[in-house]
């Protein structure tokens, strides 16, 4: 039998050759591919990419529902981390845990505050935070069965969400609360931060074991400050339905924590008294401080009722940023006597609110 080499024409490549060159032609493929591969990943901005999706998908252990967040915050580029010690520690929540979410691009962020509810202050210290520069309106009930409010100035939107866990002892609930820095005002916005919230809250009462009774899949379409405009004496629905001075109120929702009316000056300039209403696990939040505190002898009215399970709602009214009593005509804010002006709206907004979440005995100055 002849050799293979030997039935090989003149001319023809050597076979073995040929298996060398095509071997390390392999070899060198694999080669590049193993380097380039990487680097277009790397330096397309895909990897990037994927690493601010891991980061949302592990902080706060799984929590964050992301997906609002670029709209939220104005930008497609997002990154998460779980907070330190060293991250803002004036912070009123998150004493149970805290994460936030920011942007390089804009310096956009929000902060996700996780509190069991025996530190009820952090999220309403941060509703209250007189560094939102201006007056946010009253807060606005997210709706649908959800026991969570948002607030909003121009750049800065926060959203309060409770969850009551059933498996961890009367009462107790945990408290979500985001806070961040962006344009919050308008409609869509304080939706979208609406939106987070609830989500965020259903995800976090999983990664804590908080068994609770979840709102629907949806938000309230949250009305913008724009469109929060003082209704005339006697003509107000939602929150201020029969407060017989004009007054800003939102939507009467009997699964809110906490409802507000704002009273409208005389004048036209703005807010001069805030009626709010505090419910489970809220009640007791800022209890020895007066939220809401005059100058020259403004008192600030309080009133209670009982809820289910033996729990207390509180009422109150007071000033807006230290107004005095007078508007800047002199006039006074509320017709004749100013003290019984206050003591009769804060009855007629209480016992509306404690009719809406089922709470009696109702006791007001």
Same mark, same amino acid.
């Given at each position: 039998?002849?050799?293979?080499?030997?039935?090989?024409?003149?001319?023809?490549?050597?076979?073995?050759?040929?298996?060398?060159?095509?071997?390390?032609?392999?070899?060198?493929?694999?080669?590049?591919?193993?380097?380039?591969?990487?680097?277009?990943?790397?330096?397309?901005?895909?990897?990037?990419?994927?690493?601010?999706? $891991?980061?949302?998908?592990?902080?706060?252990?799984?929590? !964050? &529902?992301?997906?609002?967040?670029?709209?939220?915050?104005?930008?497609?580029?997002?990154?998460?981390?779980?907070?330190?010690?060293?991250?803002?520690?004036?912070?009123?929540?998150?004493?149970?845990? $805290?994460?936030?979410?920011?942007?390089?691009?804009? =310096?956009? %962020?929000?902060?996700?505050?996780?509190?069991?509810?025996?530190?009820?202050?952090?999220?309403?210290?941060?509703?209250?935070?007189?560094?939102?520069?201006?007056?946010?309106?009253?807060?606005?009930?997210?709706?649908?069965?959800?026991? =969570?409010?948002?607030?909003?100035?121009?750049?800065?939107?926060?959203?309060?969400?409770?969850?009551?866990?059933?498996?961890? =002892?009367?009462?107790?609930?945990?408290?979500?609360?985001?806070? /961040?820095?962006?344009?919050?005002?308008?409609?869509?916005?304080?939706?979208?931060?609406?939106?987070?919230?609830?989500?965020?809250?259903?995800?976090?009462?999983?990664?804590? *074991?908080?068994?609770?009774?979840?709102?629907?899949?949806?938000?309230?379409?949250?009305?913008?400050?724009?469109?929060?405009?003082?209704?005339?004496?006697?003509?107000?629905?939602?929150?201020?339905? /029969? !407060?017989?001075?004009?007054? !800003? =109120?939102? $939507?009467?929702?009997?699964?809110?924590?906490?409802?507000?009316?704002?009273?409208?000056?005389?004048?036209?300039? *703005?807010?001069? %008294?805030?009626?709010?209403?505090?419910?489970?696990?809220? @009640?007791?939040?800022?209890?020895? @401080?007066?939220?809401?505190? +005059?100058? &020259?002898?403004?008192?600030? %009215?309080?009133?209670?009722?009982?809820?289910?399970? +033996?729990?207390?709602?509180?009422?109150?009214?007071?000033?807006?940023?230290?107004?005095? +009593?007078?508007?800047?005509?002199?006039?006074?804010?509320?017709? /004749?006597?100013?003290?019984? +002006?206050?003591?009769?709206?804060?009855? &007629?907004?209480?016992?509306?609110?404690?009719?809406?979440?089922?709470?009696?005995?109702?006791?007001?100055?």
């Amino acid at each position: 039998m002849e050799s293979t080499t030997a039935e090989r024409r003149i001319g023809d490549p050597d076979p073995r050759i040929v298996r060398r060159e095509r071997k390390r032609w392999l070899i060198t493929a694999a080669i590049v591919l193993m380097v380039a591969v990487p680097s277009i990943f790397y330096f397309s901005g895909a990897y990037d990419r994927w690493n601010d999706s $891991r980061s949302l998908s592990d902080a706060c252990r799984g929590s !964050i &529902e992301s997906s609002q967040l670029n709209q939220l915050l104005g930008v497609d580029s997002l990154r998460a981390r779980d907070a330190s010690t060293d991250d803002n520690p004036e912070f009123d929540s998150g004493t149970l845990h $805290r994460c936030i979410v920011s942007s390089k691009a804009n =310096g956009n %962020y929000l902060d996700v505050s996780l509190d069991w509810s025996d530190n009820a202050d952090g999220g309403v210290g941060e509703l209250r935070d007189r560094s939102f520069g201006g007056d946010p309106g009253p807060v606005s009930p997210i709706g649908h069965g959800w026991h =969570g409010v948002v607030a909003a100035a121009e750049d800065r939107g926060v959203a309060v969400v409770a969850m009551n866990c059933s498996n961890k =002892g009367r009462g107790r609930s945990l408290l979500v609360t985001l806070d /961040g820095t962006f344009k919050a005002a308008s409609s869509n916005q304080k939706t979208r931060l609406g939106f987070t919230a609830v989500h965020t809250a259903e995800r976090a009462a999983e990664a804590w *074991g908080c068994e609770t009774t979840q709102g629907r899949d949806q938000v309230n379409a949250i009305p913008g400050n724009d469109s929060m405009k003082p209704e005339p004496p006697g003509k107000a629905t939602g929150t201020c339905q /029969g !407060i017989n001075v004009s007054a !800003i =109120g939102s $939507r009467a929702d009997g699964s809110a924590p906490i409802e507000d009316c704002f009273i409208q000056s005389r004048d036209g300039l *703005g807010t001069r %008294y805030v009626m709010s209403a505090y419910y489970p696990p809220f @009640d007791k939040a800022h209890a020895g @401080d007066e939220i809401y505190s +005059g100058e &020259e002898g403004d008192e600030t %009215y309080r009133g209670s009722a009982t809820c289910s399970n +033996g729990q207390r709602a509180r009422y109150i009214i007071g000033s807006w940023s230290n107004y005095n +009593g007078l508007d800047a005509d002199g006039s006074e804010t509320f017709s /004749g006597d100013a003290a019984q +002006g206050k003591r009769q709206a804060l009855k &007629e907004f209480a016992t509306r609110s404690a009719k809406r979440h089922g709470c009696t005995e109702l006791k007001l100055p």
